[in-house]
């Protein structure tokens, strides 16, 4: 039985981001199982490059003047007028609906919706800390009465990693319990490592191992592969790094202009389209992917790594889940540690057959546990989740 949806969400192809390359993946599968799907997205900006997404049994309608009063008037009209039983799903980010990430105005509208609505909390707040500044706090403040009034309107809840649902738990008493579904790859995977031939030779050169990250190089991120990175390349005199993703280049040119040494042992490609990506990811002998709050479900570039088979060394930290450690998927290093991040790399590099059996335990996993199959699967209420959120346990 065909179902009809209404997705909303903050960001949409051409507009890049990964809840946009998220929203696109979903409503291409809700839509190849036969239901009808409508997304509703501010439109893309000028600076976007490339063609808006054209799906089939996708409708997309871009919003002038993004999630404002005016606007989500207009919004709520349209909905009605395409008429029949619908469910929205909001893909919420506080950040992503305007107003500088305090549009109650949205939220307010949400609760008020005769459909049901469904909410994905890729985000739920902004962080609370001591000796914040003032506008911080108020930030936080408002985010939490945000997903309040998401929370109590939704029929159902999802979540991208359990910790979410700890917040959303203790922010709003009352509402649906949260179900966890985790973040699949939004990069599909092309072929296989025979395939990227051409990039190993033109990076990894004469027999050189290619360590790569992936990701958007957020400053934490970038300060921990800033220490990591030098530290790898010193004990393993015979690997290259590969930096994927927009982002990259600035780094490589910090690590470069500290030590000009490196200059052809550490690359970047820039930002990349999705075939690109998967070979460049292919090509890699290792990926490097920490992250100083631990890894979780919610990483998309974690998930691009497993679903290529490439054994991946990453951090564990205070929301990291006890899947990771439970499947094998990953190598793990103290989320505190990039010399121990660096160190573990470097065994891993030293020992094929442990990076044979890791690249194939995260595959396994991916297969079992992430792949978009099972999100579709628990949207539409085809199967039993694959994760469960009691103790975070693999079942």
């Known amino acids: 039985m065909s179902d009809h949806w209404h997705v909303i969400t903050g960001e949409y192809p051409p507009q890049p981001g990964g809840v946009s390359d998220y929203s696109r993946l979903i409503a291409r599968r809700l839509a190849a199982e036969g239901d009808d799907v409508h997304v509703w997205a501010p439109g893309p ?32 009209a349209s909905i009605e007028r395409i008429g029949g039983t619908a ?72 979540v991208s990693t359990p910790a979410w649902a700890d917040i959303l738990r203790s922010i709003a008493p009352g509402a649906p319990a949260a179900e966890w579904l985790a973040v699949p790859s939004t990069i599909p995977r092309v072929g296989d490592r025979d395939d990227a031939h051409g990039i190993v030779r033109r990076y990894g050169g004469n027999g050189a191992r290619l360590v790569g990250h992936f990701g958007s190089y957020g400053p934490l991120i970038a300060r921990h592969l800033e220490v990591a990175i030098p530290a790898l390349l010193e004990r393993a005199p015979d690997a290259s790094i590969l930096l994927l993703g927009e982002g990259g280049v600035a780094l490589r040119q910090r690590l470069v202009g500290a030590c000009p040494a490196l200059s052809r042992r550490i690359w970047a490609t820039g930002r990349l389209a999705a075939r690109e990506a998967s070979l460049h990811l292919l090509a890699c002998d290792l990926m490097l992917q920490p992250f100083v709050e631990g890894v979780t479900t919610r990483r998309t570039s974690v998930m691009a790594a497993l679903l290529h088979g490439v054994p991946t060394v990453t951090t564990s930290g205070r929301l990291t889940e006890p899947l990771w450690r439970q499947t094998g998927a990953v190598a793990l290093a103290p989320a505190t540690d990039p010399a121990a991040l660096a160190a573990v790399a470097s065994a891993l590099l030293g020992d094929p057959t442990a990076r044979e059996r890791l690249g194939a335990a995260g595959e396994a996993a991916y297969d079992r546990l992430f792949d978009v199959r099972h999100t579709i699967a628990a949207l539409r209420g085809t199967d039993r989740q694959a994760l469960h959120l009691a103790g975070a346990h693999v079942h």
């Open 45 to 76: 900006s000028a600076s976007c490059d490339s063609e808006s997404a054209i799906d089939e049994g996708v409708t997309v309608h871009w919003i002038r003047g993004g999630f404002g009063v005016p606007s989500l008037r207009g919004l709520g």
């Open 87 to 158: 469910r929205l799903l909001a893909h919420y980010v506080p950040q992503a609906f305007g107003y500088k990430g305090m549009n109650v105005p949205f939220c307010l509208w949400l609760a008020g919706r005769r459909e049901s609505v469904w909410s994905m909390f890729h985000e739920v707040v902004f962080p609370r800390a001591t000796s914040q500044p003032m506008r911080h706090r108020v930030l936080a403040s408002v985010t939490a009465v945000m997903a309040r009034i998401v929370a109590r309107a939704s029929e159902r809840l999802f």
